[in-house]
């Protein structure tokens, strides 16, 4: 099978980590600036200050595995953060930390079940669903697109690259929409015309995992 | 971005550092997690009343933490909703045995975190009540969005739930009240200028000389429409009239009308937008029996203002006139 | 220019209709001559205190009209000092039988049209003494000059000689209290944006976006030097020091600190102002036992702040906390 | 004697309020722009609010003789000015109206006698010498120089040309001073090289009386 005995490791996990928070600070004002069309300016600022605070814990206790190192992320992006992409990011991370708690490696499987509980924590909280013009307009795109490749058996690589694709037009097509959740929301038609900021970050997430975690190891 | 303030990351924990200079007999400041708290808290017997939101909206929520008031205020980042440890903190520590009251704004930020920090308290042993207040009529409703914004109706709530709470009523009766206040509460704002978050750097909108933002939150977000600039009473009738037909407030009716401030827009103004708003409520029969006229829930230095009104009956006009001790509202003492 | 404003010539006038609609338990306002007169006046046997100046400067002084601060105030065109028919009809409309109080701040116009005013009621038969505050050190002061502007000492006397007067002072001992507030009270203003004069359309003048001036009076007047724009703590050093060499405040000092916003400058700056405020004058010695923060004496929606040092000693602590009840101020009822 | 039986008339005196009405009206946004540079942005403001109350009430109640009509002027400068100008220049059509009283026509030295008067007044209230940079810049030179043409027996014309001439040099020469009086003296240094609103409002004056009050009767 494609990709057999390959896995995701905790060391991959954490320059997922690492290159997400390297990628929220180069694209902190872009996405500052995507958030001043429809929201209040903050997006970026957020992003930044939570993946800071992350990457500053990991370095103070670092996690024995992947759940931890997750859990971390998720408690930094909760308590660091605020707005509606700090619970978000951070039922995100924390609700990925669950299935993982424990493990040093993961396969794309898993990975993906993983993810899959993130999503689905993030609309739990949130209650947006596809086409409201926010961050689940990328992500779910994301989850069933690995899903997909899981399925076909594509090797980890493929199967993130797959989802980061799907993230990618998620985010693009947020950008006709009418939000009907968050911020933008309350602009009415005025929020039309323009991408979405939290789309675009998670866009960003899932491109740093396929450019990270498919330097995996084998079982 | 000219401001007086020093590095940018510092300002939100500089302006708590001088409200505790400043207000020592009323308020203690806590840091970490940030929370003005207010400085005989707990009361005990009383039902404790937390809000919070991101900062830059001062004198909320810090300035209305004190006696008939809030009994704590999580403050945020600039216009970024406070965080769940806050929130749990702020819970725990006004905690006088007879459970908390969250005010929260309706923010998916706000109402989150709230979310969380309330799961937490409860888990902590600390019995917690949330109301939303939505009280923006430019935000059409419905089942499908995030609803109406939380406005100008929070102060109103914060001084009449706060009186409440020191009239020792019970959590339930206490937040069953704030739900009235947000019943009966509606508001609009627009903006003459943007704003600047300190962080971002540069305004978040841009406005011609002769523009105006109708419709507008309070975090520097573009309101609903761009309309042309227009003089104090035609405002008033754009920003009154969806008010008054919203509730809608009738014939009769007695209001309180709150005539606020974005922060950077001065009094002289505020006057003569509330004398334009009396007059036009008069004509429709509505007597405003009270008032409240100032910059109290601002964006940083945005001019402009909203409306709110509220409709009283005599138990929210007692309630409103009952004392308040806080840095920003204080009367009856 | 983008102002909540209708016509402008009526800019003045609706603001006082607004506050005579807001503030009808506290006040009344009359037209024609123009004065703000507090509800209960003439209080039979207390002194009575005018001031009075060119508006925009709200909430002074109309705002501060009321139980333990002025029993009128006249209000002039935007920034343009009242005439003296007004200051005597104010003065008649406040005598009680001891005597009337002009408290006038030091600007050519305004003592010139006090002036005349003062005249003009004693050939009527009220006794007046006037007290002219000078408390600005970006003024060098001289004989042979105008002297040093009146700025935000002036609200500070006038609640101080307000509570002096409730507390039954003769017209002597009010005057000679008015003196010694001003004696110990010293002030320095700056702006970081200009302010536009509803008749004049335009901003009075231009500062590039990394520029302030400091040493401003309250009339959108230039300052005295413009400078690159700097943080909050270099312009606390900036005002400060200058106030606190010239009376001088000394270690071992007790003081009032008030940092005034000039209307456009939201309280979240004021407080960092404040908190650097408070770290210049421990770091000397001098010690804040009270404060006043907010916009209290206004340049229209100049963006900007002051600093008003008072030294006090028991007297002017217990006058300052004694009970007001103005729409501007209030504590204690 | 040049000019002699010449006279100023209450119709003359009236043109000259008038005149100087419409010029003040026609220079308002100038005196105000000059007042912006080293004051306080209001000085054509309060100039033409005063002088349109001046006519009003000389409609409103036509004045039987020349000290009528100034002390009309005077008190409407007083009580609807306001600022430093209001009890300046209503001081001085009240000090002008006072020797003036109950005439209806006056030799030219009657008026300069009643100018001599007024710019006294002006300096009494003010407290401002030659040099500080004031209105009094202007007035002092032309009752000077108006003096001087009484002396030589000019005619009422030749005369007030030469008050206005000189008006003009004494405003002229304001604009290098450091001011000592006034809003301008808060600048200290910094109010050099504007020219001062009020020596030019007063130059204005002194020009209209030029213009007008020479179409004069005889006696
Ligand atoms: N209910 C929701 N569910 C999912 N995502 C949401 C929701 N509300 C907002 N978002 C996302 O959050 C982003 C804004 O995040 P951010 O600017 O950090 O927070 P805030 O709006 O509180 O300032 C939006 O662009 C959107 O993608
Ligand atoms: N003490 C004084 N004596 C004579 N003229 C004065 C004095 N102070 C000010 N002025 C004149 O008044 C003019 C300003 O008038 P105006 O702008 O109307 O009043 P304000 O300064 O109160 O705004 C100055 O340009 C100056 O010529
Ligand atoms: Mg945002
Ligand atoms: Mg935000
Ligand atoms: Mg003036
Ligand atoms: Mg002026």
């Known amino acids: 099978m494609a990709g057999g005995g390959e896995v995701v490791t905790l060391q991959a996990v954490l320059a997922w980590i690492d290159g997400f928070a390297a990628t929220v600070a180069e694209n902190k004002d872009y996405l500052t600036k995507l958030d001043s069309a429809i929201g209040d300016a903050d997006h970026g600022i957020n992003m930044n200050r939570g993946m800071r605070a992350a990457l500053e814990r990991l370095e103070a206790s670092p996690p024995d595995d992947i759940g931890a190192a997750l859990k971390t992320v998720g408690m930094a992006m909760v308590s660091k953060v605020g707005g509606a992409s700090g619970p978000l990011y951070g039922t995100f991370f924390l609700q990925l930390a669950g299935p993982l708690a424990g493990k040093e490696s993961v396969t794309l499987e898993e990975w993906a079940g993983g993810i899959r509980a993130a999503v689905s924590g993030v609309m739990a909280r949130g209650k947006a669903e596809l086409g409201d013009k926010t961050m689940i307009d990328a992500l779910v795109p994301a989850v069933e697109a690995l899903e997909g490749a899981v399925t076909e058996g594509a090797s980890i690589g493929d199967g993130l690259t797959r989802a980061a694709d799907a993230a990618a037009q998620g985010m693009e097509a947020t950008t006709p929409l009418v939000a009907r959740k968050g911020r933008a929301s309350y602009l009415g038609e005025r929020s039309a015309g323009h991408q979405d900021p939290g789309a675009t970050s998670s866009h960003l997430l899932m491109r740093t995992a396929a450019d990270t975690l498919a330097q995996s190891g084998q079982d | ?333």
Chains 1, 4 share one sequence.
């Open chain 2, 1 to 333: 971005m000219k401001k007086l303030i020093n590095e940018v990351d510092d300002v939100v924990k500089e302006a708590l550092e001088g409200m505790a200079a400043a207000h020592p007999d009323l308020i203690r400041v806590e840091y970490d997690p940030a929370m003005v708290v207010r400085a005989d808290a707990p009361v005990q017997g009383k039902v404790g009343i937390v809000s919070g939101g991101g900062s830059g909206h001062e004198p909320m929520h810090g300035g209305f933490v004190g006696m008939g008031m809030l009994d704590a205020a999580c403050p945020g980042e600039v216009f970024t909703s406070p965080t769940p440890d806050q929130m749990e903190a702020a819970t725990k520590a006004v905690d006088g045995g007879a459970g908390v009251l969250h005010i929260v704004k309706n923010y998916t930020g706000d109402v989150l975190n709230f979310e969380m920090a309330a799961d937490l308290a409860q888990e902590g042993g600390t019995e917690v009540q949330a109301v939303v207040i939505d009280d923006d009529v430019a935000v059409q409703d419905s089942l499908y969005t995030a609803g109406r914004r939380g406005v100008g109706t929070t102060v109103l709530a914060e001084k009449i739930c706060g009186a409440a709470a020191e009239d020792g009523r019970s959590l339930q009766e206490v937040a069953d009240l704030c739900r009235k206040v947000n019943a009966n509460g509606r508001s609009m704002g627009m903006a003459l200028t943007s704003c600047t978050v300190p962080a971002a750097g540069q305004p978040t909108f841009e406005l011609g000389d002769d523009e105006m933002e109708i419709g507008i939150g309070i975090h520097g977000e573009p309101g609903r429409e761009r309309k042309p600039a227009a003089s104090s009473a035609e405002v008033v009738e754009m920003m009154a009239t969806p008010i008054v037909e919203d509730l809608p407030f009738s014939s009769g009716d007695n209001v309180l009308a709150f005539v606020n401030g974005m922060g950077g827009t001065p009094l002289i103004e505020l006057y003569v937008v509330y004398n334009d708003l009396v007059k036009l409520l008069e004509g429709r029969g509505v007597t405003v029996s009270r008032n409240l006229i100032g910059p109290y829930i601002t964006s940083l230095e945005m001019q402009g203002c909203s409306i709110t009104l509220l409709k009283l009956d005599d138990e929210l006009t007692r309630l409103w006139d009952a004392p308040v001790n806080t840095p920003g509202l204080r009367w009856g003492v």
